[in-house]
């Protein structure tokens, strides 16, 4: 950090820790008033989207899961309901209730990381969940106990706990037994509590005093929270709030590329920034959630205080792994294995697409099939990139009101504040089309991506 | 003597559980509920995935560890290590920690300590400390690779080592050690064996210089649970032993190693003696091969330079 002139102060942290992939943020002051706040990413592209055209479905599943090591089943997820929307596949309910048994792993797993081991760091004032671990051995070993609950059940659906084998267009590949779910049953009984105090411990921590209004974006499913399945929604009313197909996302939001930065940032069509992801699925479908998660919730009293302060998605993350435990719980007390491991298919052309609700926030893939199935050409939209102007928005707002401190004490709640998203930097940096033109000053161009 | 165990890490009921395969039950984290303490034994961490090319490396050695080992082991099939397993072992318990890693030259072995490991991680509260330990400390079985940094960045941006990055996605060796000993009070004692992979695609099959270097990697975990069992147990100041015969070049790789014997005399003060089963296989030129430093790290048997540099 450095200032000028005595107006101008800019504040660089080249590497924002305990974020995923790697990332750094620009803050720049100007005569007292925040002017700008980059989040820049500065990750490798991985032109995922590149890599699945021309590959089977199969295979597609297969390469989509590698983007992410910790949210690979909402990439197999979308991939493979993307596919079976397309060739007009419908699996049986035992399949789709295995389905969602297998997404309520991830979300534990994905959410009981950030939750333990990234953001209450921050609450309770240690620099990481090491430090941490010494002054609150129990917190940190429960912990990882809902973590590894986590793990369990997609290692017991999908083979594996990271980037699972089972899932296959039309259902899986391999059914869990009766047996193993009943194990899987009694270890969720154990693990339920620790995630019920959990919930109740946050309504208990204090988070930084800062609101904000934002525009929040989530699938919505009449009857159940949403996961795989349900509309596109909004916040808001009137004739500007969203309402779409989960295969519609691009009729309401387009991609824009900024400079300093290789991922790409999502707005909707009026240009407005959004926020995805537990805060938003709270705001919006807050009502869905199991009733034993509800009642948490209910009784930590921050419900309405996670739409208004990003900080306070510690509780959102809370409440959606306890509800997770417990619907896991539910469909391992009534599951039945599906009369086939997967429904015969034809593939066909067309468009293939869809969202479902990643651990991060909503989650777009768009395939482009030829008549074998294999994408001529695809988008995937990850949550971190729709995240990233809502995130940019916050860190103007909120550094007005922490001018005052020092470098060091700025640096870190900012970074606290970007943390508070859970972003995912390395899902973030998804294709980009990059021109380089051949002049004395050659600088890097990046055409909007072609939908 | 007692018989070790065999942890199988899996889904429910994927595991069978006849006399010595153990379903682990619940996940207890300190000394005080962890179940029937087991002080003499040593539990060895074989970490990896099968379906992973050379990431199967530890699976792999299985078959090439003698059997005298088992009488003392508990063994942990894992595809990566995580900090409840170390705390599920009493305080005064060692490990061998053993996988693939990337950052060294295939075929090569290497050998931590793990108490160095979490010293390491300790420093990385902040990454402005993050010191320049070296790449192989992060194991393959981790989801994302380190991201290798070719992008043009920021002109303040200062090349970390990504080996060593704190990640959200999972927890590097160094982390789950550090972890594991805040939540037990103790630090873990032992070692962790790494063997240098080259190919990590989806196959059944190692690499030719991984496979070519099992029975290096056999034996040094074999050494590094001699070491776990001495006693006093101390990091090992000085290694004597008698490395079976090197196979020939161009010969059939040998399928089993010699069960070391080894003394474990309450006379004897030094750290440890191996004897060699087989005083023919013995030379002067093979002991001093094996090399260990006055720490606690240690390369050993590069099938690779032992080979020509094949």
């Known amino acids: 950090m450095h200032k000028t002139n005595g107006a101008e102060r800019s504040l660089d942290v080249n590497l924002i820790t305990r974020v995923e992939g790697e990332g750094s943020l620009h803050l720049l002051v100007q005569e007292g008033k925040v002017t700008e706040a980059r989040l820049s990413i500065f990750e490798a592209p991985r032109y995922f989207e590149k890599l699945v055209e021309g590959r089977t479905p199969q295979e597609v599943i297969d390469i989509v899961a590698r983007i992410c090591g910790i949210c690979p089943v909402a990439y197999q997820m979308t991939a493979v309901q993307a596919f079976e929307d397309c060739f007009g596949i419908e699996v049986a309910p035992e399949t789709r209730a295995l389905r969602r048994l297998m997404y309520c792993g991830e979300w534990i797993e994905s959410h009981a990381l950030h939750l333990y081991m990234l953001q209450t760091p921050d609450f309770l004032g240690y620099p990481s969940a090491v430090a941490m671990a010494q002054?609150?051995?129990?917190?940190?070993?429960?912990?990882?106990?809902?973590?590894?609950?986590?793990?369990?059940?997609?290692?017991?659906?999908?083979?594996?706990?990271?980037?699972?084998?089972?899932?296959?267009?039309?259902?899986?590949?391999?059914?869990?037994?009766?047996?193993?779910?009943?194990?899987?049953?009694?270890?969720?009984?154990?693990?339920?509590?620790?995630?019920?105090?959990?919930?109740?411990?946050?309504?208990?921590?204090?988070a930084p005093p800062f609101t904000r209004e934002t525009l929040f974006v989530s699938l919505f499913h009449p009857h159940e929270y949403p996961m795989n399945e349900g509309r596109i929604v909004s916040s808001g009313s009137g004739s500007h709030t969203i309402d779409l197909a989960p295969g519609a996302w691009a009729d309401a939001f387009h991609e824009i590329q900024l400079e300093g930065t290789n991922a790409l940032h999502a707005r909707t069509m009026r240009g407005e920034t959004y926020a995805v992801g537990p805060p938003a699925r709270i705001a919006l479908c807050g009502d869905q959630l199991h009733p034993e998660a509800h009642a948490g919730l209910s009784e930590t009293g921050l419900r309405e205080e996670i739409a208004r302060n990003p900080h306070w998605g510690i509780a959102a993350r809370a409440a959606e792994i306890l509800h997770a435990l417990c619907e896991a719980r539910d469909i391992a007390e009534s599951y039945r294995p599906p009369a086939e491991k997967a429904v015969p298919w034809t593939p066909r052309a067309g468009i293939a697409a869809w969202t479902t609700e990643a651990p991060r926030g909503t989650l777009y893939h768009r395939y482009l099939l030829d008549e074998e199935g294999k994408p001529r050409h695809a988008t995937i939209i990850p949550p971190t990139s729709q995240n990233q102007g809502a995130i940019e928005h916050d860190l103007v707002e909120s550094a007005s009101g922490l001018l005052h401190l020092s470098d060091e004490k700025l640096t870190a709640e900012l970074e606290r504040l970007v943390r508070s998203y859970d972003p995912c930097i390395s899902c973030a940096t998804h294709f980009l089309a990059v021109t380089v033109e051949d002049t004395p000053s050659a600088k890097n161009t990046a055409p909007a991506q072609e939908q | 003597m007692k018989e070790g165990k065999v942890f199988v890490h899996t889904p429910?009921?994927?595991?069978?559980?006849?006399?010595?395969?153990?379903?682990?039950?619940?996940?207890?984290?300190?000394?005080?509920?962890?179940?029937?303490?087991?002080?003499?034994?040593?539990?060895?961490?074989?970490?990896?995935?099968?379906?992973?090319?050379?990431?199967?490396?530890?699976?792999?050695?299985?078959?090439?560890?003698?059997?005298?080992?088992?009488?003392?082991?508990?063994?942990?099939?894992?595809?990566?290590?995580?900090?409840?397993?170390?705390?599920?072992?009493?305080?005064?318990?060692?490990?061998?920690?053993?996988?693939?890693?990337?950052?060294?030259?295939?075929?090569?072995?290497?050998?931590?300590?793990?108490?160095?490991?979490?010293?390491?991680?300790?420093?990385?509260?902040?990454?402005?400390?993050?010191?320049?330990?070296?790449?192989?400390?992060?194991?393959?079985?981790?989801?994302?690779?380190?991201?290798?940094?070719?992008?043009?960045?920021?002109?303040?941006y200062v090349p970390r080592c990504p080996a060593t990055r704190t990640s959200t996605h999972a927890l590097a060796l160094p982390e789950t050690l550090a972890l594991a000993e805040a939540l037990r009070g103790t630090t873990s004692q032992g070692f962790f064996v790494g063997l240098g992979g080259s190919s990590f695609a989806r196959e059944s099959r190692l690499s030719p210089p991984v496979a070519a270097a099992l029975a290096s990697f056999a034996r040094t975990i074999v050494f590094a649970l001699c070491c776990c069992r001495q006693e006093p147990r101390q990091p090992p100041m000085k290694f004597t032993t008698a490395l079976p015969t090197q196979p020939e070049h161009g010969a059939q790789p040998e399928r089993t190693v010699p069960g070391p014997a080894f003394s474990q005399s309450p006379h004897n003060t030094s750290p440890l003696h191996v004897q060699s089963p087989a005083p023919q296989q013995k030379s002067t030129e093979e002991t001093s091969r094996t090399h260990l430093n006055k720490t606690t790290q240690y390369s050993a048997h590069k099938e690779k330079n032992r080979k020509g540099g094949q």
């Open chain 1, 135 to 206: 002054d609150h051995r129990d917190l940190v070993a429960n912990g990882l106990r809902v973590k590894k609950m986590g793990n369990t059940i997609i290692e017991c659906i999908g083979g594996r706990a990271i980037h699972p084998v089972s899932l296959c267009v039309g259902g899986f590949t391999h059914l869990p037994s009766r047996k193993e779910l009943d194990t899987l049953r009694r270890e969720l009984d154990v693990v339920i509590p620790l995630a019920t105090d959990t919930l109740r411990w946050t309504g208990n921590l204090t």
């Open chain 2, 12 to 156: 429910p009921a994927a595991t069978t559980s006849p006399s010595r395969k153990t379903q682990r039950t619940g996940n207890p984290t300190t000394n005080q509920d962890r179940p029937e303490p087991s002080t003499s034994q040593v539990h060895l961490f074989l970490c990896g995935n099968p379906d992973r090319g050379d990431d199967g490396a530890a699976r792999a050695v299985l078959t090439l560890l003698p059997q005298m080992v088992w009488a003392t082991t508990d063994l942990h099939l894992v595809a990566g290590i995580d900090p409840l397993d170390l705390c599920n072992m009493a305080a005064n318990e060692w490990c061998v920690i053993a996988d693939a890693i990337q950052g060294i030259p295939a075929g090569e072995v290497s050998t931590f300590s793990l108490a160095d490991l979490a010293a390491s991680a300790r420093s990385l509260s902040r990454h402005e400390d993050i010191p320049p330990v070296a790449a192989p400390l992060l194991p393959r079985t981790s989801p994302h690779p380190p991201a290798v940094p070719e992008t043009p960045h920021p002109q303040s």
